[in-house]
């Protein structure tokens, strides 16, 4: 494919950013695109969910949490039965997905609304479209799972919905606090990813095959999101900016809670005590230092583009997020 140089010269540019920024941007969504067309999977073409190996079997031990895991490692846990330790850990992978689609079904539609207000001609557009066609057989792989998993994994509770509503709206409004939004979901979730792939040696083969079609593709998403947001921050007036900085890091607070804690569902069906979230979550130091480092790339990010002065940091530090001051972890 050889998109480069005729989409590179048919572009605006954007306003206020030196040239040599906006030429090497380019340059990236177009090889991003690129990718996007080489590179892409299918839910069904390229993982072959039929196979005898990726039969899901909610007893399988390789379900089970391991010692390492903030509730696989409380003493609450491994008491159950080793089959409800299993189903557990399968459920809990299905809520994960379950809340990735739901993450990315406001995210498609952020971006939509996103591609809505760019003009003709603008790179951001088809780069937009590969990712809403790519977050599609993500979600289409997620659900899948879910069906296959015979959990009825719940969606997004009430408030939550209301929340997406505003942060669908941000794609149009307000597009760089969107994609603050958007690193706050794809960061924790790579995150967890990438260290599940590296580091477990009896991952089932069905989540194998989801997560290393999901890890290759979501490395185009936060590329894209880190350029968008390191191009466009400086083009930014002081009130916006104002906007950015409270907003980054409320938004990035709740997005870790809710991608990397059980859900309420997961909670109530298992009756897992409130002590044992307690030990396992609020109060493990394990915990939030995992917590603060699947965020610690997009808040260099956020720190490079001058969103932690002291004044953001107070903001930081009273939800939890600050690293070098050893703040409380965020309540669950
Ligand atoms: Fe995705
Ligand atoms: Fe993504």
């Known amino acids: 494919m050889t998109h ?32 996007s067309v080489t590179h892409h999977f299918d839910a069904y073409g390229d993982v072959d969910w039929d196979n005898p190996d990726f039969t899901i079997d909610p007893t399988d031990a390789r379900w089970e949490l391991g010692d390492d895991d903030p509730l696989g490692g409380t003493a609450w846990y491994r008491s159950l039965p080793a089959e409800t330790r299993a189903r557990l850990g399968l459920e809990r992978v299905a809520s994960m997905m379950k809340i ?53 994994a719940a969606g997004l509770a009430p408030l939550d919905r209301l929340g997406a509503r505003f942060i669908v709206g941000l794609g149009r409004r307000f597009p760089p606090l969107f994609f603050i939004f958007v690193l706050g979901g794809e960061e924790p979730i790579d995150y967890v990813q990438r260290k599940a792939l590296r580091e477990e040696d009896d991952l089932h083969p069905l989540l194998e ?15 894209f999101a880190r350029h968008y947001l390191r191009t466009r921050v400086g083009t930014l007036n002081w009130l916006k900016k104002l906007q950015l900085g409270v907003g ?37 130091s394990a915990h939030r230092a995992e917590s603060l480092a699947s965020m610690r790339r997009v808040r260099a990010l956020c720190k490079d583009m001058g969103l932690l002065t002291p004044t953001y940091q107070h903001v930081w530090r009273v939800l939890g997020l600050n690293e070098e001051t050893g703040a409380k972890a965020p309540a669950y």
């Open 100 to 152: 990735g689609l739901e993450f990315e079904r406001v995210l498609k539609r952020g971006l939509l609304e996103f591609a809505g207000t760019l003009p003709n001609g603008a790179p951001e557009f088809r780069y937009a479209y590969h990712e809403v066609i790519e977050e599609a057989q993500h979600s289409l792989m997620f659900q899948e799972f879910v069906n296959r998993s015979g959990f009825d």
């Open 209 to 223: 095959r989801i997560m290393r079609i999901h890890v290759t593709e979501e490395a185009r998403h936060l590329s």
């Open 4 to 35: 480069t140089s005729s989409a590179a010269t048919a572009l605006p540019a954007h306003e206020d950013m030196p040239q040599i920024e906006q030429d090497s941007y380019t340059k990236l969504l177009s090889r991003l695109s690129g990718l």
């Open 248 to 284: 980054a890091p409320i938004i990035l607070s709740a997005m870790a809670q809710m991608m990397l804690k059980p859900s309420p569902q997961l909670v109530k069906n298992y009756q897992i005590p409130k002590d044992v979230i307690s030990q396992a979550y609020t109060h493990n």
